[in-house]
């Protein structure tokens, strides 16, 4: 075992700027998930606040708490309602026990070589640039080009700026584009009221249900980028944050996700973007995921009935912005191998296939690690 460190939680203008380098990611699929489902909005953005504020204090990093995105694009997509989604949260929580706590875990992240962790990575800071870009910004409207436009240049020049941290100025942008052109402070005034999340217990039935159709696709992505990944930008940015196992990360998904169905909270995990988007904009302590965790626990408290309203507090091309940046943060880390002819070409191999396939994040695991185990004889890849 390390030694366990305990550093101190700032609370800044920098861990204020890095609470806002991964809401690109997390709120477009809340939105999403809550309207495909119909949970109820005030318990999701309750939940989601609450255990960002509880990691941020555990780790004392820029820790993240993201919505499991595979299960999220699945229950879009095939319209599987909130019961299911619930049962499939605690479904994956046992389920990520039972790896933690039998040691497959620790055996698995000593097996799949960097290379590949490497290429988890790359695939998805691709991923994250492609829904950027699609998604978010080539969508909207000239308004929404020109908000976007001043956003790039913004970050562009102020990403490594303390004293005016990039992140705060864009998003105090957006709220000011929303209010000027989708908002009147009257919509939240009005509507302030206290809200509790709903405490229920998922049925067996949803459960089983749950893991069939949204646990076993969303394993190993878990594998590969919230626990593998993760751990492997944790010892990139804070070295000398020894104590951060895959078995921690792992008994912390569990955790959360145990927790969460029975207030009617999204499952939920780790996530190596979300760690280098909260470091990317200034975030280097807890305290950057604890500021983030209080601003959805205020909305869903406060403001949870307001939900339409909600929505449009953080413009898509804004928001579309600092998930390109988190996203090339993300892909830049695949230089670590870039002076090894063999791992570098695993690695892109690996991001690849992550990023261009139906269920690519198991096929780059698998067929990454197999290809760097067989890759002996292969001349060409000799140095």
């Given at each position: 075992?390390?030694?366990?460190?305990?550093?101190?939680?700032?609370?800044?203008?920098?861990?204020?700027?890095?609470?806002?380098?991964?809401?690109?990611?997390?709120?477009?699929?809340?939105?999403?998930?809550?309207?495909?489902?119909?949970?109820?909005?005030?318990?999701?953005?309750?939940?989601?606040?609450?255990l960002q504020i509880i990691t941020g204090l555990v780790y004392r990093m820029p820790m993240p708490v993201q919505p499991l995105k595979a299960m999220a694009t699945l229950v879009i997509a095939q319209k599987i309602g909130g019961d299911i989604?619930?049962?499939?949260?605690?479904?994956?929580?046992?389920?990520?026990?039972?790896?933690?706590?039998?040691?497959?875990?620790?055996?698995?992240?000593?097996?799949?070589?960097?290379?590949?962790?490497?290429?988890?990575?790359?695939?998805?800071?691709?991923?994250l640039c492609s829904l950027a870009l699609k998604e978010y910004i080539l969508k909207s409207d000239f308004a929404g080009y020109l908000l976007a436009t001043l956003s790039f240049i913004i970050v562009l020049f102020f990403i490594k700026n303390?004293?005016?941290?990039?992140?705060?100025?864009?998003?105090?942008?957006?709220?000011?584009?929303?209010?000027?052109?989708?908002?009147?402070?009257?919509?939240?005034?009005?509507?302030?009221?206290?809200?509790?999340?709903?405490?229920?217990?998922?049925?067996?039935?949803?459960?089983?249900?749950?893991?069939?159709?949204?646990?076993?696709?969303?394993?190993?992505?878990?594998?590969?980028?919230?626990?593998?990944?993760?751990?492997?930008?944790?010892?990139?940015?804070?070295?000398?944050?020894?104590?951060?196992?895959?078995?921690?990360?792992?008994?912390?998904?569990?955790?959360?996700?145990?927790?969460?169905?029975?207030?009617?909270?999204?499952?939920?995990?780790?996530?190596?973007?979300?760690?280098?988007?909260?470091?990317?904009?200034?975030?280097?302590?807890?305290?950057?995921?604890?500021?983030?965790?209080?601003?959805?626990?205020?909305?869903?408290?406060?403001?949870?009935?307001?939900?339409?309203?909600?929505?449009?507090?953080?413009?898509?091309?804004?928001?579309?912005?600092?998930?390109?940046?988190?996203?090339?943060?993300?892909?830049?880390?695949?230089?670590?191998?870039?002076?090894?002819?063999?791992?570098?070409?695993?690695?892109?191999?690996?991001?690849?296939?992550?990023?261009?396939?139906?269920?690519?994040?198991?096929?780059?695991?698998?067929?990454?690690?197999?290809?760097?185990?067989?890759?002996?004889?292969?001349?060409?890849?000799?140095?």
């Open positions: 075992m390390g030694k366990i460190i305990h550093p101190k939680i700032t609370f800044n203008r920098s861990e204020l700027a890095g609470a806002f380098g991964d809401i690109g990611t997390d709120f477009p699929l809340l939105v999403a998930l809550i309207l495909a489902t119909g949970l109820h909005a005030p318990g999701v953005l309750i939940v989601f606040g609450l989604l619930l049962g499939a949260g605690l479904a994956i929580g046992v389920c990520m026990f039972f790896l933690s706590v039998t040691g497959l875990l620790q055996k698995l992240s000593t097996f799949i070589p960097k290379s590949v962790v490497r290429g988890i990575q790359f695939g998805l800071g691709l991923s303390k004293r005016f941290p990039a992140a705060i100025i864009v998003i105090f942008i957006g709220l000011l584009y929303a209010f000027l052109f989708k908002l009147h402070i009257t919509d939240f005034t009005r509507l302030i009221g206290v809200n509790w999340p709903p405490i229920g217990v998922p049925s067996l039935t949803h459960i089983v249900q749950g893991f069939l159709l949204l646990s076993l696709p969303q394993i190993p992505l878990s594998l590969g980028n919230s626990i593998l990944a993760t751990q492997q930008s944790c010892k990139d940015y804070f070295p000398e944050r020894t104590d951060i196992t895959v078995t921690k990360l792992g008994f912390s998904y569990a955790g959360m996700n145990l927790l969460a169905p029975f207030l009617g909270g999204i499952p939920v995990c780790h996530g190596a973007g979300g760690l280098v988007g909260h470091y990317a904009f200034g975030g280097r302590t807890g305290g950057s995921v604890v500021i983030y965790g209080i601003m959805y626990l205020v909305l869903g408290l406060f403001f949870g009935n307001g939900f339409n309203s909600i929505i449009q507090l953080f413009p898509l091309p804004v928001l579309g912005v600092i998930l390109l940046f988190e996203g090339l943060s993300l892909m830049q880390l695949i230089i670590d191998v870039g002076s090894d002819k063999k791992s570098f070409t695993i690695a892109l191999l690996t991001g690849i296939l992550a990023f261009g396939l139906p269920y690519g994040y198991l096929f780059a695991l698998v067929l990454g690690t197999l290809f760097f185990y067989g890759s002996a004889k292969i001349d060409w890849l000799k140095d």
